[in-house]
C-alpha cells in the first residue's frame, strides 16, 4: 500500500478486539473477569457477532479461557504461571542486555539515558504513574540493541501475552521505585563499560524483585 492509497477501515470485530485487548493488557479488565457477549456489545454499541469474533482471537492470544456454564473469563494468573512468565521475561530480557552490551553505540546511550533521566525526574515529582510505561520502553530498547532481528519482537510478544493490573505495579510504591531505578542506573554502566556479565545479571536481578512483587500482589 502506498502512502497515498486511503487506510482500509477498522472492522467491528477489529474494534472490538482492539478496545478489548488494550483493557485487558492495561488491566482495566482484571483477570477473573467475566466477559459476556451481549454486555461488551451493548457497552461498545455493536452486535453480538463482532464481539464473538474478537472473543476467539483473544482466547488465541491465551488472554481468555472459555469454562463450561460460565463462558469467557479473563485469565488469572496463579503463582506458578506468574514464576514462568517472569522467569521467560529475565531469560529473554537479560540475553538482550547481555548482547547490548557489545553493541550498543554512544548515540544509543544518550537516548537510554535520557529515558532514565526522565523517570527520576518523574518519581521525584510524584508522577509514579507514568513510570511502568517508560520502564517497559526502557526495557524493550535495550532488547532491541542486543536483538534487533528476532530478540525484540519475542521480548514485546512475551511482555504483551501477560497483563499487568495497575494496582500491582511496583512502580505506584516510591520506596520500589527508587529501587528499580537504582537498578536501571547500574543497568546503564554494565552497558557503558561493555561488561556483558553484569548487564545481564543486574537485568535478570531486576526482572525478578518484579515477579516477587506482582506475586504478593
Known amino acids: 500500500?502506498?502512502?497515498?492509497?486511503?487506510?482500509?477501515?477498522?472492522?467491528?470485530?477489529?474494534?472490538?478486539?482492539?478496545?478489548?485487548?488494550?483493557?485487558?493488557?492495561?488491566?482495566?479488565?482484571p483477570g477473573g473477569t467475566a466477559l459476556r457477549a451481549g454486555a461488551v456489545a451493548r457497552r461498545l454499541g455493536v452486535s453480538v457477532t463482532p464481539v464473538r469474533e474478537a472473543l476467539r482471537r483473544l482466547e488465541k492470544d491465551r488472554l481468555i479461557s472459555y469454562e463450561a456454564h460460565h463462558g469467557a473469563t479473563v485469565i488469572d494468573?496463579?503463582?506458578?504461571?506468574?514464576?514462568?512468565?517472569y522467569g521467560l521475561r529475565a531469560v529473554v530480557e537479560g540475553l538482550g542486555a547481555r548482547l547490548a552490551a557489545a553493541r550498543i553505540t554512544a548515540d544509543d546511550l544518550v537516548r537510554l539515558r535520557d529515558l532514565h533521566h526522565e523517570m527520576v525526574t518523574d518519581a521525584e515529582q510524584g508522577r509514579y504513574d507514568r513510570l511502568a510505561e517508560r520502564s517497559s520502553r526502557f526495557h524493550l530498547s535495550i532488547v532491541d540493541i542486543g536483538g534487533p532481528a528476532f530478540l525484540g519482537a519475542h521480548a514485546r510478544s512475551v511482555r504483551n501475552g501477560v497483563p499487568v493490573p495497575a494496582e500491582a505495579s511496583l512502580w505506584l510504591d516510591p520506596a520500589r521505585a527508587g529501587r528499580q531505578l537504582r537498578a536501571h542506573e547500574e543497568l546503564l554502566g554494565a552497558l557503558e563499560a561493555g561488561d556483558a556479565d553484569a548487564a545481564e545479571r543486574v537485568m535478570i536481578d531486576h526482572i525478578r524483585q518484579a515477579g516477587e512483587y506482582r506475586k504478593d500482589h
Open 77 to 85: 494468573l496463579g503463582d506458578d504461571a506468574l514464576a514462568e512468565y
Open 1 to 29: 500500500m502506498t502512502a497515498s492509497e486511503p487506510t482500509p477501515p477498522m472492522s467491528k470485530a477489529d474494534y472490538v478486539y482492539s478496545v478489548l485487548l488494550d483493557e485487558i493488557r492495561g488491566g482495566r479488565i
